[in-house]
């Protein structure tokens, strides 16, 4: 249990201590900060803890904003410091500071603590009230600390006196360069009143403010697609508090939805309009409930690291299951259409590899300016292109309800032939876009940014070798994506037109992995290198594809299904390990699943020996491919994300 800790006697009528007991701690008054400084050093350092002024006035959700979210260390409100095991230690070195001064009867630090007979604290110090626009953006961290916040009083940086105490140990903390956070609570007040007056002028703007109505706005997320926010986010967030009142947690919800997912895959699977209608309303029903579990996390601040793992992965697992569903509902009807769905899910992944390489490219890029960005930030104030360039994108939304819709209505090959050509066209728009910026872009990449694409590209021992050979060598060729360009163009040309049982695709998928070396022989810091991954991506994932679509081997596009589903699962796990700052998966797993080139290569090899002749042999090899990268992937991925410690995140960017 955390544990909350008042700065002084409790105001008579507050309703601070049960405000504070709600969100779950246990509360301890002290009458200094000395006997703060006691009662902090009898928590045990594994706990979260809390001090408090006892004059705080606000709303009880700006107290769960500021003292309450786990993916920060540190949080502050006017009043309000919470601080989490890792801040302890300099928390615990700021009050021990501030007690001395205030036993060698220093004055200042005499003002810090806040006992009612204190030195006024001025003003009350509130959330500036900007609307209830502002309100949504309530659970994202400030982009800086809030310039009112006050400075400590220690020995070795005179200033004047802080108004409180807990405002005093967030500016010392952060003077140890301890990221505190400082919730931006828009409408929300948070205040520190001096005087009968403003205690009740503070009250009043209290009980203006519905902190519910609040609350339940700042759960919906502030960037989201169309169809979300003005056909989902509705009466989803009354859903994220049903389920945060009966215990229920983001998690649960969020396995809710994939079982869901997977009941409407295996609806669709039936191949009867009674099946597809069903699919379709479930897949929707899912979707709310993917919306829910976030806006859940948000309501609740039940951030986790388990939960951004499950969010993120669960939301492919349940598309790209659904896709087989439907492809198995067509064969029961006679049509097969497993090409179209694996060509969906190869096309939908690269679409995402290209966000990620992108954002991984230039998100901490210097002198990060494009007069095509300038361009797109003015369009960003006309209200209708907003929404137009967010649909036009096929966000998740948008996309599972054309699915959902197309399903019940008509039939699979017309709902894969819709999401081909709809994706492919937001590819060609996303992509266009982000290559015009980067070639009118002045930026210097960082060393961490090149070091992120190298690990997106997946290179195993063959590619590495080769990188190690050509790097005195190799030039760049106006950055590397043209090697890996020309390899992907040899390769995918011979795994289409070459035969099979020759060894020209063979030789292909060789040329392809020196390629693949010598396209990250030297750091990817070109304007153009945040391309090598998705190339790469669609190099093996298109070679699977076109050899499973050629083979004569009954069977063998849904092995390949199989096999590019668990390929991408590890991509994706890279890719989350890489935003949530944990690093990319370890090199033993990545020489063990062969590296991309490797997998390649080993595909080209089998179809050479097993996809000709009308036997099992290339299926069988696929499937067992597929299982071994599956079941090494997936429990090296489990094992890191339930153990690790990697940071609680919850993904507020652009909806996938």
Not at 57 to 66: D, E, K, N, Q, S
Not at 175 to 196: F, I, K, N, T, Y
Not at 622 to 633: I, S
Request: net charge neutral; charged share 15%.
């Amino acid at each position: 249990m955390s544990t909350a800790i008042l700065t002084g006697p409790p105001v008579p009528g507050s309703p601070l201590e049960g405000d504070l007991r709600s969100l779950g701690f246990e509360v301890r008054t002290a009458a200094d900060p000395r006997e703060t400084a006691a009662l902090l050093a009898a928590v045990p350092a594994g706990e979260r803890v809390a001090v408090v002024d006892p004059r705080f006035v606000g709303h009880r959700h700006a107290l769960r904003l500021a003292l309450t979210d786990p993916r920060f260390p540190a949080g502050a409100a006017p009043g309000a410091l919470t601080a989490r095991p890792e801040a302890r230690q300099g928390l615990t070195r700021a009050l021990a500071a501030l007690a001395a001064l205030a036993a060698d009867g220093d004055p200042a630090a005499a003002t810090a603590a806040p006992a009612p007979s204190s030195t006024p604290a001025g003003p009350a110090q509130t959330a500036s009230p900007e609307g209830a626009a502002s309100a949504a953006e309530s659970a994202a961290p400030a982009e800086a600390p809030a310039p009112s916040a006050p400075a400590a009083t220690l020995p070795d940086r005179p200033a004047a006196p802080a108004a409180t105490l807990p405002d005093a140990l967030a500016a010392a903390l952060e003077d140890e360069g301890v990221a505190v956070h400082r919730p931006e609570l828009g409408s929300l007040v948070a205040a520190v009143p001096v005087g009968p007056q403003a205690r009740k002028e503070t009250r009043d703007a209290v009980a203006a403010v519905d902190d519910e109505a609040v609350r339940l706005r700042s759960a919906v997320k502030s960037r989201d697609g169309f169809f979300t926010t003005f056909f989902i986010s509705p009466y989803s967030r009354y859903l994220a508090r049903w389920c945060a009142r009966r215990g229920l947690t983001p998690n649960q919800v969020t396995t809710a939805s994939l079982v869901t997912a997977l009941v409407a895959a295996g609806c669709a699977a039936t191949g009867t309009r009674g099946g597809f209608v069903a699919a379709g309303l479930l897949l929707l029903f899912s979707f709310v409930l993917d919306c829910t579990d976030g806006q859940l996390a948000r309501y609740s601040l039940q951030y986790s690291t388990l939960g951004a793992w499950l969010d993120a992965t669960f939301d492919r697992a349940k598309e790209y299951a659904y896709y087989a569903g439907l492809a198995l509902g067509a064969a029961r009807g006679g049509d097969d259409v497993w090409a179209l769905a694996l060509g969906a899910m190869v096309l939908q992944t690269c679409r995402h590899v290209v966000d990620f390489s992108f954002n991984e490219a230039n998100h901490d890029a210097t002198a990060n300016t494009s007069p095509t960005a300038a361009l797109s930030d003015r369009l960003d104030g006309v209200g209708w292109t907003v929404w137009a360039r967010r649909m036009i994108v096929l966000p998740i939304g948008e996309r599972w309800a054309m699915i959902a819709v197309l399903t019940a209505l008509t039939t699979p090959r017309v709902v894969f032939s819709a999401l081909l050509i709809g994706c492919s066209f937001a590819a060609l728009y996303t992509t266009a876009g982000r290559v015009l910026r980067s070639l009118t872009r002045k930026a210097s990449r960082t060393d961490r940014a090149a070091r992120a694409l190298a690990d997106l590209a997946d290179n195993g021992a063959l590619a590495q070798a080769a990188a190690k050979v050509l790097r005195p060598v190799a030039r760049p060729l106006g950055g590397r994506t043209p090697y890996a360009l020309a390899g992907a163009a040899v390769l995918l040309a011979a795994a289409a037109a070459a035969p099979l049982d020759g060894p020209l695709v063979v030789l292909a998928a060789v040329l392809y992995a020196v390629a693949s070396g010598a396209a990250v022989a030297r750091p990817l810091k070109g304007a153009l290198d945040w391309l090598v991954p998705p190339v790469l991506r669609a190099a093996e994932y298109g070679t699977v594809l076109a050899l499973a679509a050629r083979a004569d081997a009954p069977g063998a596009l849904p092995a390949a299904f199989g096999l590019v589903a668990a390929v991408a699962y590890h991509h994706y796990d890279t890719v989350y390990r890489i935003r949530g700052d944990a690093g990319a998966p370890p090199a033993w797993l990545v020489r063990a699943l062969g590296g991309q080139e490797g997998r390649t290569l080993l595909a080209a090899v089998l179809a050479a020996l097993l996809a000709t002749g009308g036997g099992d042999g290339f299926p069988l090899a696929l499937t067992a491919l597929a299982g071994a990268v599956a079941l090494l992937g997936l429990a090296e991925s489990i094992r890191f994300w339930v153990s690790s410690g990697a940071p609680a995140v919850h993904d507020e960017g652009e909806p996938a």
